[in-house]
C-alpha cells in the first residue's frame, strides 16, 4: 500500500507526520502470516455482529480504555483482536466510511465519494447534480449483507447506511436466486414521521374543565396543551393532584385523540422530576402513524413550576422503520424495539431547549437531559437485538448508532486538546458528560456480545474520527478570485466555470469537463487547469491571520491505496492546516470563524491524521485473545468477518482477511 501526492507537495506531507503502514493479510482466507496456520482457525462462527459507533474517535476510546471507563469494551478486547487504529476512507465521512466497511472497497469502486454524490452518468447530468451517499442507490458495490445472503446465512441489519431504499437488495436477492427470507433489513432515518419537540409553559392554555370528565380538572390553576404529532392530536391537562399534600401544578395527564377518556386512543399521568440515571419518568409510549408508517411517541416531563409559570415537556420524535420484511414483521419488531433512533442533540439541545448549556452558564441541567434521551435510545436498542436475536436467530447482524457522531460535533471542539478553542477548565466539566455517551453506548455493546453467544464474534468499528475546529474555509471563494469559477449570486455559473468544489463534496475540486453535461474543458485543457487549481489552492491565506490554510494536495491516479480514483471521484482532493473546515457553498469570505463558542468537532480530513483514526475491535470465539495488531484498513474489515463466517467476501471487494486476528 503506498501513496504518492500531487505534484510538489511530498515535502509538505513528510512535515505533516503521515504515516504509512502496510498491513498482513489473508488473501481469500488460505494464506498464513505470522506464524498463524489457516487451518487451525474455527471458521463458521456460529454468530458475528458488526455494530458501528459513528464518529468514535481512536483517540477517545484509546483514553477511555486506558482509564477503565468502557468495561464492555475492555471485555470484546479481552476476547480478541484490538487493532491500534482503522483508517477511514477518504473523504472520512459517514457514507463513505460504511460504504468501505460494508462493501471491502473504496469510493473507486463502490461509488459513495462523500454523504453526498453525483448523479451520473457524467453525459446525462451536471456537475452541481447529486443525490444522496447514504442511500443504496449510489452503492456500485456488493454488501456483505448480500455476499453473506447468498452463501446461506441468515442476515438481519437493525441499522446500517446503504439499505434504503430496499429495491436494490430487492433485486440482488432475485437475480441471485436468493430466498427473500433470508435477509431482513430495517431503516428509519429516511421515513420520519413527527419531529421531537419541546412544549413550555408559553403553551398553556386555561384548561376546558368539563371536557376532560375528571374531578380534579377544576381544581384551581389547571391548564391545558393541545400539540399535534404526525396525524395525531394530543391533550395535556396541568393539575394540582389532590392526593400530593404540596400544594400547586404537579401533575400532567395526556390523552391522545380526545380529553374525553371514554373516546380518548390512550392515556398516561406523569409527573415532573429532573434528570437522572433511568428512564423511569417517561410516560407510556403512544402509537403515531403517518399513511402506512407508524412508531411510537414518549412524553417526558422534566420540569412545572407550580404556578405554571415554568415547564419543560419533551415529545420524542417518531421515525416509521421500512425495509425488507413483511408488514408484520415490521410491525412486531417495531413494537418489541419501542421506538427508532430519534436525534438528541441537533435540533433540541442544540437550539438550548433542554436548557443553556455549560459554555453559556448552565449547571449541567442541559447536558444531564440529553444522557437521560440517550439513555432511552439506548433501552429501545437493546430491546431491539434482543428481539431480533430471538426471533430471526441471525448469522450475520448489522447495526449503528448515530449519537457518538452528534456528541463529538457539538462538543470536541472544546475537548480536543490540540484545537485552537480548547479550554482545560471546561473540558473538566464536558469531558464526563461526553464520556457518558460513549458509557451508554458499552452498556449496548454488552447486550449485543451477550447476542452473539459463546460461539459468536462481535465486531466494533466506526467509521472515522473526530477533529477539533474553529474556522470554515471556502475553497470555491478561491477558485472564483482566481477566475477559474463563476457565480451568479450564491449559484455556480457552469457555462463560465473551468473547475469547482461540487455541492456533494467539500474535500475535493472537480474540473468541469466536456465529457459533463453543460461542461466546458476539453480533455487537452484538463491539465492546465488543474494546475491553476494547485497553485490558487496552495496560495491561499487567512485573510484574518495570514496563515497558509491548505497544506497538501493530491491526484487521485498519483494517490496510490486511497481508492479515490473513480467515477464518483474528484480531480484534486486537498488536506488543511489544523482547525480549519472545508464548505462548498459559494461565499464571498475565504474564511469565516464557527460561530459557536467552543468550535466544533469535524472529520472528512486526510485519513492518515490521527485525529482522523477510527476504531476496529473483533472478540469472540476462536479469536487470538487479547491481541493487538497495528493499524488495519476499513476495506480489511467485510473481508475478515467472512472469513470468520467461512464465506467468500463480498463480490467486489478489495481488501483481504487480516492474518492477526486468528489464534
Not at 438528541?344 to 437531559?369: H, M, N, Q, V
Not at 437521560?372 to 448489522?398: H, K, M, S
Request: charged residues 25%; hydrophobic residues 40%; aromatic residues 8%.
Amino acid at each position: 500500500m503506498g501513496l504518492r501526492l500531487g505534484r510538489g507537495m511530498r515535502r509538505v506531507a513528510a512535515a505533516s507526520g503521515i504515516l504509512l503502514t502496510v498491513l498482513v493479510v489473508i488473501g481469500g482466507g488460505s494464506a498464513t502470516a505470522g506464524g498463524s496456520s489457516a487451518a487451525t482457525v474455527p471458521r463458521g462462527l456460529k454468530r458475528v455482529i458488526l455494530v458501528s459507533w459513528d464518529g468514535a474517535p481512536d483517540w477517545v476510546i484509546d483514553k477511555m480504555l486506558a482509564e477503565g471507563k468502557l468495561p464492555n469494551v475492555a471485555r470484546l478486547v479481552a476476547s480478541g483482536v484490538r487493532a491500534e487504529a482503522s483508517r477511514p476512507a477518504w473523504p472520512s465521512k459517514t457514507a463513505c466510511g460504511h460504504a468501505a466497511i460494508w462493501t471491502g472497497a473504496y469510493s473507486d469502486v463502490n461509488g459513495i465519494s462523500g454523504n453526498w454524490v453525483p448523479q451520473l452518468p457524467k453525459a446525462q447530468h451536471t456537475l452541481l447534480e447529486d443525490r444522496s451517499g447514504y442511500h443504496s442507490t449510489g452503492l456500485t458495490a456488493e454488501p456483505l449483507w448480500i455476499s453473506a445472503a447468498r452463501a446461506g446465512k441468515k442476515v438481519v441489519v437493525l441499522s446500517a447506511t446503504h439499505t434504503f431504499p430496499s429495491d436494490r437488495d430487492r433485486k440482488a436477492l432475485a437475480e441471485a436466486g436468493i430466498p427473500g427470507d433470508r435477509l431482513k433489513t430495517f431503516s428509519g432515518f429516511e421515513s420520519k414521521i413527527a419531529k421531537a419537540t419541546v412544549l413550555t409553559s408559553a403553551d398553556l392554555r386555561p384548561a376546558a374543565v368539563a371536557e376532560w370528565k375528571l374531578p380534579t380538572a377544576g381544581a384551581p390553576g389547571s391548564r391545558e396543551i393541545v400539540v399535534e404529532v404526525a396525524e395525531s392530536k394530543f391533550y395535556g391537562l396541568v393539575f394540582d393532584d389532590p392526593s400530593d399534600p404540596v400544594k400547586g401544578l404537579d401533575t400532567l395527564l395526556i390523552r391522545q385523540g380526545s380529553r374525553d377518556p371514554k373516546a380518548a386512543i390512550a392515556e398516561s399521568t406523569i409527573r415532573p422530576r429532573e434528570a437522572t440515571d433511568d428512564i423511569l419518568s417517561f410516560s407510556e409510549r403512544f402509537r403515531i402513524a403517518k399513511g402506512s408508517l407508524f412508531g411510537f411517541t414518549y412524553f417526558r416531563l422534566f420540569d412545572l413550576a407550580p404556578d405554571g409559570s415554568r415547564m419543560t415537556l419533551y415529545q420524542r420524535g417518531v421515525s416509521g422503520l421500512q425495509g425488507l420484511a413483511s408488514a408484520d414483521e415490521i410491525t412486531a419488531y417495531t413494537s418489541a424495539y419501542g421506538g427508532f433512533h430519534d436525534e438528541a442533540f441537533f435540533g433540541l439541545y442544540d437550539s438550548k431547549e433542554l436548557g443553556p448549556r455549560l459554555w453559556e452558564g448552565g449547571d449541567g441541567t442541559a447536558e444531564r437531559r440529553v444522557l437521560e434521551l440517550v439513555r432511552l435510545d439506548v433501552e429501545f436498542r437493546i430491546r431491539g437485538i434482543q428481539y431480533a436475536a430471538r426471533t430471526w436467530n441471525p448469522d450475520l447482524v448489522f447495526h449503528y448508532t448515530p449519537t457518538t457522531d452528534s456528541a463529538g460535533h457539538l462538543w470536541i471542539g472544546a475537548l480536543d486538546p490540540e484545537g485552537r478553542r480548547y479550554d482545560p477548565a471546561l473540558a473538566e466539566k464536558l469531558w464526563p458528560v461526553y464520556e457518558e455517551v460513549f458509557r451508554l453506548e458499552d452498556r449496548w455493546l454488552g447486550h449485543l456480545i451477550d447476542a452473539a453467544g459463546p460461539e459468536g464474534a462481535v465486531c466494533l468499528v466506526s467509521d472515522h474520527g473526530m477533529a477539533a475546529t474553529d474556522a470554515f474555509f471556502f475553497p470555491n471563494a478561491v477558485l472564483e478570485h482566481a477566475g477559474l469559477l463563476a457565480a451568479t449570486g450564491k449559484t455556480i455559473d457552469l457555462a463560465r466555470t473551468r473547475a469547482c468544489v461540487p455541492p456533494w463534496s467539500d474535500f475535493f475540486v472537480t474540473v468541469n469537463g466536456t465529457e459533463r453535461l453543460g461542461g466546458v474543458v476539453k480533455p487537452a485543457d484538463r491539465e492546465a487547469v488543474l494546475l491553476e487549481v494547485e497553485e490558487a489552492l496552495l496560495s491561499a491565506r487567512d485573510p484574518n491571520t495570514g496563515r497558509r490554510i491548505v497544506r497538501a494536495v493530491f491526484r487521485p491516479a498519483e494517490t496510490v491505496g486511497l481508492g479515490i480514483d473513480g467515477v464518483a471521484c474528484g480531480d484534486l482532493y486537498y488536506d488543511l492546516m489544523p482547525g480549519y473546515y472545508p464548505f462548498s457553498r459559494v461565499s464571498s469570505h475565504i474564511v469565516e470563524p464557527d460561530k459557536s463558542a467552543i468550535g466544533s468537532g469535524n472529520h472528512g480530513f486526510f485519513p492518515f491524521r490521527r485525529s482522523m483514526q477510527a476504531i476496529c475491535i473483533v472478540g469472540g470465539a476462536g479469536l487470538a485473545a487479547g491481541r493487538t495488531i497495528g493499524p488495519v484498513r476499513q476495506i480489511d474489515i467485510a473481508p475478515t468477518l467472512s472469513y470468520l463466517l467461512g464465506i467468500p467476501p463480498p463480490r467486489d471487494a478489495r481488501g483481504h482477511a487480516i492474518a492477526d486476528v486468528m489464534k
